[in-house]
């Protein structure tokens, strides 16, 4: 793996262990001066930003006028501020519909955005990403492509969110002492882990401090292979001695 390819793989892994950003849009009310705006979000499986933006924000405003916008994360668990990895996602972003299975996933996610399906001007948002800028620290600094930082849609089954959705529910409600386990490789004693979601690359767990992410050794792309990569992963602790891959906020 060269350079360029690992700083492609952290970027994801970084964008993907945070769940809140900034914003920035094209400002109708200032004749595109820059607007930025916190913003929670989830990635799809490919790795593009999915927002629940109100019809009533000025940044949804924005957007509806120009769609050019990026998204900022950053490991916000650092405490120097310039000594962080961070990303900066551009791209369009574009309404997408609101399916059960998306509002699902975004709620495992962030449940206290529950509140805002009741207000029915609340829509989900793509940001289809097109360049990403990425730092992964002193002198780690990339400019990466879009079709690189996205994860090919044909490389994982169209039935793989039916496949995590039963995933995370069988986890969560008969296998918590994997969960407890895969916490502890990350350092972190936890007695009631909630596995959040999983994609193609790994998977998230909340616990009472903070989200974890897990890596898998090897992507999953259907039910099957993400059987498979949960096996590999309580066999990698069992000789490695309870150690995974770091990577949280």
Known sequence: MND????????????????????????????????????????DYE???VLLLSGLAQHTRNIKKDDRVSLLAWEQEKGDIQQAGRITLLGRAQEVEG???LRDRYLRYIPQAQQYFAIH?????????ERVRFIGGFGDIH?????????????????????ERGAVLHMNADHRDALIQYCRALGVEETEPRLLGIDPEGCD???RARRLRVRFESAARDAPSLRAA???LSQSLRASGDELPRSGS
């Open 99 to 101: 399916t059960d299975t």
């Open 143 to 163: 400019w990466v492509r879009g079709e690189d930082y996205r994860l090919n849609p044909e490389s994982f089954d169209p039935s793989f969110a039916e496949a």
């Open 230 to 232: 949960f096996i590999r």
């Open 47 to 49: 790795g593009n930003p």
């Open 205 to 207: 767990i909340q616990t």
């Open 4 to 43: 360029y390819q690992k700083a492609v793989k952290d970027a994801r892994e970084l964008a993907r262990s945070h769940e809140n950003g900034v914003l920035s849009t094209l400002s109708s009310e200032m004749d595109g001066w820059p607007f930025g705006s916190v913003a929670p979000y989830i990635l």
């Open 121 to 129: 001007d609340f829509r989900f948002y793509r940001l289809a990403v």
